[in-house]
């Protein structure tokens, strides 16, 4: 093959060759200041369409481009990110590593880079498998499916989110990976309006595959239930303020483990001491009927990876076992402080984030009832059926998440809609008062927010009961 | 075609050659924006100088206006060599838009804009040994100051410089630079079982300008008065927000007059112009060079000139905000508040009242006064203007401040809020987030807490 060719063919690949990346490690780790030295290279597409009613109002593209470059000396970090991707301006700005290391004793060597590890894509359907009209079509198709559904829907609003993200990873530990990671993701609103009376009620869908999930996703009847839910809400109920058995259904009820449980397994705030769950491993801190997961692995799941953002392989990590903690979520440099090995949990929104602990698919594993058993034995209660997002505090445990529609269970029976309230708890409480969990495990996605930026991940659960929750309610 | 255009070269693009193109695609008109940012962040945790972050980014937006209709599209990745194709790329997506309303990119003709003198501080050229010795400072008299502290999750120094300018093939040519540093800390005070965090930030435009003695002080006194919190009872309680959450409700519900989300439906105040939707005790203006305020506008993102003006005065609904689209629907003056790609306000403030604080909750026999808010992007809904949020804060008791409570839920709604406030004190505050108020007594609201 023509040389010049292989060359040109490099640049285009990598940004730089792999001989100015392995020569950037190298110079890294020279002068004795640093003895960890990583480049995280990436170049994502995203296509964003919008319909509200028939209408195409946004039809806009975002080309995220750059490198970070990290350095550390045990685990102290300097890290620069850069879109400016040229050798000799990132040569020139880890000269500035002398501002917070200093001269060590000991030579770290550098680990050559093997041959660059590719992964083959999954995906069945490629995004340009449709044309753009065709997306188009199919979301004005749902929109209409949603207005056309009652008079009393005003507006309807469809959203399709696909990006592909490519990114290069070399380490003086010789880790040198690519992978090309696509995302999509559909969402689904009504708002409807009767009198003074505006209510809205949205849904979104996400993968980390293909077009394929229009096949296996049938997006007509998500969109008839997006419409059925905000009908239903013109006509919900208030609350008053209380706490109050909740039971909680299946996907984004997860929401609830992931604020309560999740970050505060994070190494982001374990290895400072700042979780409720320091110290804590071998111990007891759920129910007996609490086993769940953080899995990296799900092939197609919106929070998975085929390697985390240090390019580690990712995995599927037990955190509670019957209620005893079982281990943490720990990226690479928190796991020198901590002195535990890595799970494959370091993530960031970009290149212009260092990577740090994070969730993937996280989940409680399903349980032996059944959803419709747990409200039958529920004489007086809440069943949270949609929710919002959520916050939490890990120093403190205290979090909290919204309900967007629920439904007053007396005497077994689902009776009033209930709409928006925001419940609150701790974490160490809360997950010592879930006390039944169903046997309907399934997943759902949204973007969570942390020191790292915003990622994509899963948020999943069976249908589970909580003895007592605070409901704010806004019923006087 | 005769192109009167005051053109400049800049390191990675040449517009002449992306306008002339964008002439030969028969693309009606081109615009670009060019942002350069900088930042240093250096981290301290226990003691030590653990982080050291640096940026260096340059983007750019293109825009590109073809038969009334308008995108862009964002790029990080940039050189001449991708004219054409993000040329014909920008062309293809504005094909694919199907919306009536026309757009429109400004020329600036017959608009004035004002000058503003910005304070430009240069942070680099303070020793990085200045900066490392603040934050030693910072933490060393934090830990002097409190037998409460227990822990500093980590101490924050932060510096920012930003570059904005946007030009265009109708000859608009407009820059602004701003930059900043500021200092931030995390710190958890524990008094036997009972913990808090408190986190603060301190923006300054001038490296003398940081105070560390004062930010101490403040920090101190409120993680020390939170100790002990415990959670309210569940009822109906009044409730006065704090200045700066009622400035962070401002925020979180001033979409509601986005002409774009009025036009689209989603705003209640579509078609309430000049209706009376607020107390009369209720002014609230956007004024792009408030005084008080960290940042000064003169241009939005669409270079349309930013204005001063009433979004509410004494209860009566003036305008909504704009962007060059929506202004035009509305027939209305464009307002110069289009920002980050959505229409947002510029610097807005709720006007302050004439009584302090002492006297406005004097009257409160047992109420709550939040001074903290969480879950905000959750509990928010700015259609319907409910809210339901986590709050902290301390019981009002015959008329005084009394012991902390957190761990609650305060829910309501925003426009009730606008027409049955109470009264609005003097104590105004002006954030970094380009928001003020002053406390705000707004009558009755549910709690949800421990029973």
Redesign the interface.
Known sequence: MNKNKIVRIIIKLYMLTKLEIQSILKQSLSSNYVDFAELFFEDSLTNNFKIIDKDVVVCQKKNVYGVGIRLLNKDKEFYIYTNKVTYENIINLIKEKQQIFEKEKTITPVVSLGKIKNFKSKVKKKFDSLTVEEKIKKMIFLSQIMKNFDKKIIQTIVGWEEKQQKVLIANSKGVFKQDLRPYIRISLMSVTKEGKNVQDFGESFGFSSGLEIFDNINFKQKAIDVAKNALILLKADELKPQKMIVVLNNGFGGVIFHEACGHSLEATSVAKGLSPFCGKLNQKIASDIVTAYDDGTIEGSWGSLNFDDEGQSTQKNLLIEKGILKNYLIDFRNSLKMNMSPTGSARRQSYKYSPTSRMNSTYIEAGEHTSEQIIKDTKYGFYAQNLGGGTVQPSTGEFNFMVNLGYLIENGKLTKPIKGMMLIGSGQDILLKIDRVANDLSLSQGYCGSVSGYVPVDLGQPTIRVKEIIVGGSKK | MQININLKNETLIDYKKWFLKSFEKKIDALEILLNENKTLNIIL?DN????????????VIVRGLYQNKK???????INDEIIDEVLD?LK???K?????EKDFIFDGSGSSYHTVEPILFDFIKVP?QKKYNLLFEFEKKLFEKSRFLT?I?SISYEENFFNKKIVNSKGLDLEEKESYACLSAVC?FKKDEN???IVKYFPVKKFSSFDIDKYVKEIISLGESKLGAL?LS???YPVVFSNEMFAKLLNSFSDIFSGNQAY???S?LLGKENQKIASSKVTIIDDPLFSDSFFKSTFDDEGVPCKNKYIIKEGIFKQFIHNLKTSNIFKTEPTGNFFDGCISMSNCYLKKGTKSFKEMISSIDNGVYIDYL??M???I?S??G?F???ASGFKIEKGNLMSPF????????FFDILTNLKEIANDFVFKFSGFGSSSVYVG????????
Do not use: P
């Not at chain 2, 982080?51 to 983007?59: A, Q, V």
């Not at chain 2, 009755?444 to 029973?451: N, Q, R």
């Open positions: 945790e030590k100088i653990n982080e050291y972050i640096k940026s260096d980014l340059f983007s995108t862009s599209i964002y790029l990080e990745k790329t293809k997506q504005i694919i838009l199907s919306f009536t990085i822990k999750e958890i913990i808090e965090e959670s569940s009822g109906s689209q439906k989603l209640k969480i879950g992007h959750a509990g809904n259609i319907s409910d339901s949020i986590q957190k761990m609650v839920v305060v829910s309501g709604n009755d609201l549910t709690i949800a807490g421990e029973k």
